[in-house]
C-alpha cells in the first residue's frame, strides 16, 4: 500500500516500517515557528500502549487524515494539511515538512 506520511518515530505502537495505521492523526503546534514546536500529538509509546487492547481504527493513514493546528505552516490549511508529502521525525514526533508561511 501506498502512502504520502512518512513516519519515522519507530517507537510508536501505530507505525509499521515507517507507515502510519493510526486512520488519523493530529498534528500540534498553535504557535509553532519551527519544526521542533511542532509534534504528532497522536503518538503512543509502544513500551507502554498495545494495539491489541486498542478499540479505534487501525487502518493506513495519509496527509488527507491530518488535523494540525500549526496555523503558521503554510500548508496549513482550515485545520487540514495540504502538502503532497508529509514526515514525522523520530525526535520526539516532530513534523519536518512544517514551514512558516
Ligand atoms: S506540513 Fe504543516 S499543515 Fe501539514 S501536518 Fe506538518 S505542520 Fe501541519
Same mark, same amino acid.
Given at each position: 500500500m501506498?502512502?504520502?506520511?512518512? &513516519?519515522?518515530?519507530?517507537?510508536?505502537?501505530?507505525?509499521?516500517?515507517?507507515?502510519? !495505521?493510526?486512520?488519523? %492523526?493530529?498534528?500540534?503546534? !498553535? =504557535?509553532? !515557528? %519551527?519544526?521542533?514546536?511542532? !509534534? &504528532? =500529538?497522536?503518538?503512543? =509509546?509502544?513500551?507502554?500502549?498495545?494495539?491489541?487492547?486498542?478499540?479505534g481504527n487501525i487502518s493506513l493513514t495519509s496527509t488527507q487524515n491530518i488535523s494540525c493546528s500549526a496555523d503558521n505552516c503554510k500548508y496549513n490549511i482550515s485545520g487540514g494539511c495540504s502538502a503532497s508529502f508529509v514526515q514525522i521525525n523520530p525526535q520526539n514526533a516532530n513534523c519536518e515538512t512544517f514551514i512558516t508561511k
Amino acid at each position: 500500500m501506498e502512502t504520502n506520511l512518512l &513516519c519515522l518515530e519507530k517507537e510508536c505502537a501505530f507505525n509499521k516500517s515507517g507507515s502510519c !495505521y493510526a486512520s488519523h %492523526i493530529k498534528v500540534e503546534g !498553535y =504557535d509553532a !515557528y %519551527i519544526t521542533p514546536e511542532t !509534534y &504528532c =500529538d497522536t503518538f503512543r =509509546d509502544s513500551s507502554s500502549f498495545s494495539l491489541s487492547n486498542y478499540g479505534g481504527n487501525i487502518s493506513l493513514t495519509s496527509t488527507q487524515n491530518i488535523s494540525c493546528s500549526a496555523d503558521n505552516c503554510k500548508y496549513n490549511i482550515s485545520g487540514g494539511c495540504s502538502a503532497s508529502f508529509v514526515q514525522i521525525n523520530p525526535q520526539n514526533a516532530n513534523c519536518e515538512t512544517f514551514i512558516t508561511k
